[in-house]
């Protein structure tokens, strides 16, 4: 690659930056959502691509805390922002982007992303950590099982007025859930601003608020009978049927959505299972380890297990044998020269971290060779997460 140089992107080179992600994603954020989430860059973490004085490509990362099965929270880098010139792709612009990116990611264990497209990010060690599923109930009909508490204890709410009570529940809701991210005070701004820019077409937004959990939803469609759940935090099982039951209960809407993880519990909820329909199944986070054992330390396991895990890093050179030991759901990890008993990709670490995605899955597609299957079953059974993990929130 001839003629690219990358350096810190300066205040001034933002217009241009916009510009880029504009071309590339097609919509162009507000002055005051744009500046909310320039406000979240790390410290020196936007770097630009420039041929001559033009700039050609942008790439940034995020301060994020990431919270693991378990319950504890890693500093991560959220990698956003990603866009090169139509004029200027498939040189090496992105790669010389993220090789300038990652040697700024100091002290921090773990990167992620949300990816556009699934074939860019893998050889630079990510791998997808999270399902996004999106199912759909079509209400009419549906009865709620007999079984199931109506535990009440829910009412429509203006957000606004009731900021610091939702800022506490999506706190509680996100430390428990593995792939949770904070969210800071500029994004609560956002999210409450409600900005027509991010309606994509529905209407204005609804609160339904419980003390452990809240779902917001817009209406959708000519006759505004699709209710979409745009963002949903229940801290207990109590709050998330109580919502749940409302928001089977929305008369004239014939469809409710929700984007959410694989177990969700809404099946379960009806007498016919059959009115709950998965329309889309996505990734949803990618994550990316930069310092193995600590990022292997920091969550707890379901089961215990003692394996050399010898992992591969062909972007950043990070990988090397590791000695995994969980013994009560804590781990030791260690770098060693025993040999191996278990070979993967970083990218692959990085899917099985949060327990979204099993080892017997890679095993099968060759993409993890271990010495024999039960140790396929132990890293399944020590890998597994009791709590589904999400993504916390798009970035
Ligand atoms: C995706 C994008 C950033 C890639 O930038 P780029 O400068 O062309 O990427 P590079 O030249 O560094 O490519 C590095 C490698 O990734 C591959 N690659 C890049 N983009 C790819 C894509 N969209 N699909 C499949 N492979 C891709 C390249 O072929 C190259 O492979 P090689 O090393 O085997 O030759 C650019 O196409 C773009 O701006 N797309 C629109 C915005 C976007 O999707 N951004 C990502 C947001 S998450």
Redo the contacts with the bound molecule.
């Keep these: 690659m001839c003629d690219i140089t990358f350096r810190s992107a300066e205040a001034t080179d933002w217009p241009a930056m916009g510009v880029l992600t504009s071309a ?2 097609g919509f162009q954020q507000p002055e005051e959502t744009a500046a909310a989430w320039r406000s979240l860059v790390a410290s020196d973490g936007a770097v630009v691509a420039c041929a001559g004085d033009e700039v050609v ?1 942008t790439a940034v990362f995020l301060d994020f805390e990431l919270t693991v099965p378990g319950g504890a929270v890693l500093p991560m880098a959220g990698v956003s922002m ?3 010139a139509p004029t ?8 010389g982007m993220l090789d300038e990116l990652h040697r700024r990611m100091v002290g921090y264990p773990i990167a992620g ?5 699934a ?2 990010y893998g ?1 630079f060690g990510y791998g997808p950590a999270t399902v996004w599923e999106r199912l759909e109930v079509h209400r009419r009909g549906a009865r709620v099982h007999p079984g199931v508490p109506d535990p009440g204890g829910v009412r429509m709410a203006r957000p606004i007025d009731h900021r610091a009570q939702l800022e506490d529940i999506d706190e509680r809701w996100r430390r428990r859930t593995p792939g949770g991210l904070h969210t800071p005070a500029r994004l609560w701004d956002e999210v409450l601003a409600d900005r027509e820019e991010s309606r994509h077409g529905g209407t204005p937004r609804y609160c339904l608020l419980h003390a452990d959990g809240y779902a917001f939803y817009r209406l959708f469609g000519d006759e505004k009978t699709t209710a979409e759940v745009t963002k949903f935090a229940a801290a207990t099982a109590e709050a998330e049927i109580a919502l749940w039951r409302v928001l089977l209960g929305l008369d004239l809407k014939e469809v409710v959505g929700i984007h959410t993880h694989p177990r969700h519990l809404l099946p379960y909820l009806l007498t016919d299972p059959r009115r709950v329909r998965v329309t889309s199944v996505e990734d949803g986070l990618w994550l990316r380890m930069l310092d193995i054992p600590a990022v292997l330390q920091a969550r707890t396991y379901s089961a215990d297990l003692s394996a050399v895990l010898e992992v591969s890093d062909g972007f950043l050179g990070r990988g090397g044998r590791f000695a995994l030991d969980v013994r009560g759901g804590q781990a030791a990890c260690v770098a060693t020269d025993a040999e191996p008993d278990v070979c993967l990709d970083v990218s692959v670490l990085g899917s099985l971290y949060l327990g979204a995605h099993r080892a017997s899955s890679f095993a099968a597609a060759h993409r993890l060779r271990c010495k024999d299957s039960e140790l396929v079953s132990a890293l399944d059974a020590a890998f597994a997460s009791e709590i589904p993990a999400q993504l916390g929130f798009g970035f």
């Design positions: 590339a994603f490509g990603v866009a090169v200027h792709r498939r040189r090496g612009v992105l790669t992303l949300e990816a556009s497209e074939e860019i050889r």
